[in-house]
């Protein structure tokens, strides 16, 4: 299969977007780190969360205690 002009403008399009939201949504995720100045070993717990829709406030806090 060989694309077409418009095609191809529609991939590479798709392309900038798709890594523009990326960057949002890592500025997103550092910032919110930033702002809850939490210890290191917590950030996995909170990425699983926020990433992978994985466990909860309540667990994430009760292991920060």
Known sequence: MK???E???????????????EDEQTALYS???SQLNMPE???DW???YVY???GTI???ESFLK
């Open 41 to 43: 070993r917590a950030e």
């Open 46 to 48: 909170i990425f699983d």
């Open 7 to 21: 095609q191809r403008e529609l991939i590479k399009e798709t392309r900038r977007k798709i890594n523009k939201l």
């Open 52 to 54: 992978n829709n994985y």
């Open 58 to 60: 309540k667990k994430i």
């Open 31 to 33: 910032n919110l780190l």
């Open 3 to 5: 694309f077409t002009d």
